[in-house]
């Protein structure tokens, strides 16, 4: 079936960075593959000169407990958050995989590189989320929004987290979903636009600690 795609611009003019945003099954390994390439994306400001509007929130707009926090500080929280979810979901699925985890040399064998059922977030939500909300979660995600915008406490920054985990749980294609709202919140973002995915992938290298920072 065939797959709409959503074209990002790279820092050189006569690549594309496509971000996979059909509506269809979305092959397992295409997790690792879209949290490798965000380190490439960058957003043409010249293309997008004013940010656009971040996708609508409803539990994070009616919650009164962090209705202070700045529309771009929100916007830094999910994220981060979108991003360690990926990791997360990735690492459940090797995790779960037989033939990573005996390292058989056939494709067949391993798991991970079949195709996600429908609402693969919701059947396995509290799989993922052991493995996602680590000692290093919150630290991850304020490490990315100091980089950028004003802080949140860490009660807030939890509970936006906890907000857009819970609104993706409905979601048929989880990836698709995380895909697009990581293309969107990008272009909505007005602060470090350029620098934001290489913030991401480092959040993330200290989320898997790999670094000590």
């Given amino acids: 079936m065939a797959a709409n795609q959503t074209s990002l611009t790279t820092g ?20 690792a593959h879209a949290t490798a390439t965000l380190g490439l994306v960058t957003i043409n400001s010249a293309a997008n000169p004013d940010p656009l509007t971040p996708p609508p929130s409803p539990q994070c707009s009616q919650d009164p407990l962090i209705a202070d926090l700045w529309e771009e500080t929100v916007i830094d929280i999910k994220l981060a958050t979108l991003h360690l979810l990926m990791l997360a979901l990735n690492e459940f699925l090797q995790e779960t995989c037989y033939g990573c985890q005996t390292g058989h040399p056939s494709q067949v064998q391993h798991s991970c590189l079949q195709e996600l059922s429908e609402y693969f ?38 509970r936006v987290a ?19 709202n990581i293309t969107h919140l990008l272009e909505a973002s007005s602060c470090a636009r350029r620098v934001k995915p290489a913030m991401l992938r480092m959040i993330g290298n200290y989320w898997a600690g790999r670094h000590l920072v």
């Fill in 121 to 158: 977030f919701d059947t396995y939500y509290d799989d993922v989320m052991i493995r996602l909300q680590t000692d290093r979660f919150i630290p991850a995600i304020r490490l990315f929004v100091r980089s950028n915008t004003v802080d949140g406490t860490g009660t807030q920054i939890r």
């Fill in 162 to 180: 906890e907000h857009i985990m819970c609104e993706l749980r409905s979601e048929r294609h989880i990836v698709c979903a995380i895909n697009d």
């Fill in 12 to 31: 050189s003019p006569t690549q594309e960075l496509r971000m996979t945003s059909a509506s269809t099954m979305t092959p397992s390994q295409d997790i």
